[in-house]
């Protein structure tokens, strides 16, 4: 080794002179590591980082470096971050191996799990999690725990990777993690949801049932998941699909037009044909159609989980589709090739039409590596039938003057089952195999002779001549199983050829103990055949044969020979066979099936791996059966009714913006009840989509007026039903007049109630059976009159009583303020409560995130404003706005042209839509061009004044004259979005 | 779902390993180096094997095998399409994916691992994302970094990761606006002896180089887009734009990306830009043989055709080439048995020839098949497909970029059957 010393100081000295490359390292192993301990005991970084590069280099290389985990271990909280990624390196690597002093650096991570920068915590999660040390579990458990309901849906997503580590640590703890499974499967973000998918697959795949509730939703984010989530996502969703709809293809229905006219129909089974026309489920049809655009992904992976899908449950008509983005595969990397064509060889068995189009992509080059030629040789046989097999055997014709003889073996046994699936070929493919027998190649030769005779076997008679020829073969093939098929063939149709089939025996008998045990057998079998039909030629050969079998080394001839002994010969003990010697030997043999390997290995998932091998894989889950009767597809519906600002959408919901119109469709439908959701998806296209979410239509009725009454009966107490019921009467009449605040009771109650819109703060499911709803009540709250007042309403469905409900924890924007509303002390099962609390919003549309509190639980909620909740009401005159106005010109006035929607066109909806989407009030005005409305916001007091002034056939100019440029800028865009649509 | 990773280099020695899991022993190896000592050929080693504990997937890149060790079910193609990302990775950071750049670099390489894949899951695989965390290495930072101590690892955490568009950096900025795209197409073809066309097929790519400052929104517009028959997509591409209007919309990533892929299939009408005269004969007798080959232009839209390149492979009995070239160069190989004519540019006037005899092994009995041709040749200026792009379109920012696209035609897999 000191060799090995002078070059490494050669080496450290070129590095120092060049300086160019700091990652050339060179190392030794000294025996105990003692200088790279130092450099980690060092105060230099430099010195440390070097250290550690190095450390890493050599687990890099395989080599073993645990004895230096307590000197690395100790730099775990060093300041510089590569270091500190080293370390973490080194850490995951080694920490199986010395769990306790991997106990050191446990609190360096639990610290890093409460950091309030999101990535620090999910990194903290990430390395922790990957310290394979049981002791830890508990501690795993409740980051993991802790981590799915983080603010930041990047740490949810961490907590989603990893679950499966701890699963894999301790299965034991299976119950409680499918739990945050169930949890992270209701995330409506698309950064979680492949990492979720991949948990759920890995730790319970068998609970479809947690995914019912969230069908939907994975269909409509699949689009926006990354590459790798879609795969498993997509995986799941065809065995999800498999148990929850019907077969397409069972009974004639929608799609089943026998396109493909020449498909044998396998998987429509006759007695199944029931009367009911098939209909598909909408939600089966989800699935296809949002898979579909991914056929065009650039990932290969994608492509082919789609086309799985398509091929398992997509109605025969439709499964066309996926043909085309296969082929565009095959000009991908060779390993690629391989396994796409693997898969399009199982499915051109079944479905032939779909590839046929595109059977010129199969041809082969000749620079093909031999195992992507012998794969297209498979699927050009499966695709050829009558009207192509002309173009395919001139093609046959070119591979076998190959030089690739592997390859020449395989078009020969594909010429051999060509011509027995298709018999107007036959004749043709025998001659041309019988041409082949006269090739150079040994190879070439066997492997016709094998195919031959199968061909033969189908009608001997005619062919005799050929039987001729081969006997005379034996004399030159040696590859046994060649010499074994000629001798049966003869042996079979001995008949055929009385005066060869005596020489050959002959022949045979000499060269006996020199061949292969498989020609050896067929040696005996000849002798017996000879026996029974020309004994007077072959006898004593037969016997002389029988005699070298009984003495030979493999215990299987001596076996046949003692048995064919008994049979043929016949002495005073044979039995009664004997007599049936000649049927049992002579029997008409059914001739040959050639099958394609890949015949029937779709009962595996396409695409998977146990369909690659043919053999089922470890964790591989086996593609159910579609049911009989489709299970109730009410599973999964949704109850929500809208949850638009729902923790943590916050972060997706910004970048959204980015997106257009068809990225947003994806995180919001899913909330729909089902009988609404195409129709609301189609309108979401044709709407110009905005980042936040406009007040929506989707709102029944009912719900609104339960709302208000509740609103009402909460701030006026004193009042009868009755009077509330009658005043909502006198309300549609006031509603759109002028309302000033300070003008008495009577006039502050009558909020608008169709305006009222309520948002879900807190789902049942979530909350454990308590859910909670808040709506801006648009009246002042007393206490604070800068505050606006969020009115809740807290519903208890679960059995129990829930106690204590209270705020805690609030976080804020700074100068945000909030009045919390006095605690609940009892809300008992299935009664429902109200309380109103206040939020200063600062006139920002920041969310207020707090902490709802019970006595058993604590849940991260928030709320967000629309802007138009930030202000109320004033009461001007015409001549007061119009000056205001003036003052108010130049960047503070924000003007915009739009056309009005078909059905705005009138002054009362006009004003009834801009009095939904802002807390303003109407300012009388002259023209009836115009309609004008005022308010301020709420806690500085700034005007805000909207005009809008209507043209000819719905033309019409929205001003905004706002002294706080951001509120202004927000409210037109909601009021513009109100107005056209 | 991805154990462990280990890269062999063709002399079948184990260079880097790596685990996302525990620990699996590089003895697992051995099967796959059985399977490779039985393929002969480095591209004949099947690309998944079945071992008694385990399943090997491996790809083949640059000389380079990427094997990785698999415990349960996983769909093959996950696993080789991100080992081919992984390779990908290698030769955006290095420039190129060897054994030599891999060692020189290991520590990166190990960082970017560590990464892409978290518990055998993909994690950030987008280059944008990566080139954030882990900085590729320059000449200049590591001298900078040897003398203050300063790293590789990005001081600043990853926003990438978190947005939804995970493949742009937020805040890039750029004094030259530009935006260039270059449509690339390549012609697959098979032409038997008779000279006619028995398949062709051409493959396009748009790959694109933008450097663009802020979040800009691109649309790109096609004269006909009609003539692509099957296409693919980088994710930043809107789908269902493409679909209502078949235009590209997209917010691109930073730097250098494929935009799209199509194919233009064997049912259209494929241009084939160059014909072939040959014959190549094998005598019995004088164990010699002859060869002789013209070329001349057919389909070339009035463009000049280039580089062109004949490739064959000859029969193992044949041991050397006697021949003369009107023009370029010829080079024969024994020990690949590769002849090699480098012609260059394609003049119409005067067609270039290559004749003369081939001598071959005595003894040995002739070679059934003739040697097939493999032509290479690159048309600029030209998308044989009749592809044009017309618009390009810039929202979001106020600059005005440059804006560029480039045109160029070559053979891909064009082979002449002889």
Redo the contacts between chains.
Sequence with gaps: SSKNIINYNFYELVILFNSANDNKIFYLIWSSHDDLKEMLDSNKDSLKLEAMKRIVAMIARGKNASDLFPAVVKNVACKNIEVKKLVYVYLVRYAEEQQDLALLSISTFQRGLKDPNQLIRASALRVLSSIRVTIIVPIMMLAIKEAASDMSPYVRKTAAHAIPKLYSLDPEQKDQLIEVIEKLLADKTTLVAGSVVMAFEEVCPERIDLIHKNYRKLCNLLIDVEEWGQVVIINMLTRYARTQFLNPNINGGSGDKTFYGSDEDEDEDEEEKEKKPYVMDPDHRLLLRNTKPLLQSRNAAVVMAVAQLYFHLAPKAEVGVIAKALVRLLRSHSEVQYVVLQNVATMSIKRRGMFEPYLKSFYIRSTDPTQIKVLKLEVLTNLANETNISTILREFQTYIKSMDKDFVAATIQAIGRCATNISEVRDTCLNGLVQLLSNRDELVVAESVVVIKKLLQMQPEKHSDIIKHMAKLTDNIQVPMARASILWLIGEYCEHVPKIAPDVLRKMAKSFTNEEDIVKLQIINLAAKLYLTNSKQTKLLTQYVLNLAKYDQNYDIRDRARFIRQLIVPTEKSGALSKYAKKLFLALKPAPVLESPFKDRDHFQLGSLSHLLNAKAGGYQELPDWPEAAPDPSVRNVEVKESVRAVGTVTHRDTGALWGPQRMEGSESCSFPRAQSSEEEERKHQRKSKPRKSESESESDEDEESESESSQSESEDSESEAEVKKKKKVQTRVNYRGRPQEEGVFLQTIAPSSTLKSYELLHRITGEGLSVEYCFSRQPFSPDANMVAVQMQFTNNASSDTKNLHIEDVKLQSGMRVKEFPEIELLPAGETATAVMGIDFCDSTQAANFQLCTHTRKFFVSIQPPVGELMRPVFLTENEFKKEQGQLMGMNEITEKLTLDVKCRNEHTIVQRVTTAANLSRVPCGSDKECRFAGRTVTSGSLVLVTVATKEEGAAQLTVNCEKMVIGTMLVKDILQALTQ | ?IHSLFLINHLGD??????W???IS?SVCDYFFEAREKAV?P??V???L?TPHH?LI????GKLFFLSV?????????V???L?RVADTFQDYFGECSESVIS????????LL?EML??G???A?ESNVLKEMIRP?N?LR??V???T?G???G?T??QG??????WRRAGVKYANNEAYFDVTEEI?A?V?KSGTT??A?I?GVIEACVKLSG?P?LTMSFMNPRLL???????CV????W?SERVL?F?PPDGNF?LM?Y?I???NLVAIPVYVKQSINFFEAGSCGRLDITIGPKQTMGKTVEDLKVTI?M??AVLNANLTATQGNYTYDCTTKMLVWDIGKLNPQKLPNLRGSLSMQTGV?N??????L?IDLKIQQLAISGLKVSRLDMYGEKYKPFKGVKYVTKAG?F?V?T
């Design positions: 779902m184990i260079f880097l390993e790596k685990h899991k525990s620990v590089r050929d591209e004949n099947p690309p998944v079945q399943y491996s790809i083949y890149r698999i415990q349960t079910e996983v769909p093959p193609l996950f080789i399409e991100f081919h020189d670099n290991l520590v990166i390489v190990y960082e560590e978290d518990n899951f993909p994690l695989t290495p000449i590591s001298v970094n040897t003398l101590g790293s590789n690892v001081e955490l990853p990761q978190l947005s939804n568009i995970p697959d098979i038997d028995v398949s097929e493959q979040m929104d028959d099957d296409v693919s997509f980088h994710p809107r789908f269902r734009r679909e919309s917010i494929t892929t194919h299939s064997s049912q492979h029969p193992k009995p070679p059934e098949e003739n040697p097939s493999n897999k082979q059957r």
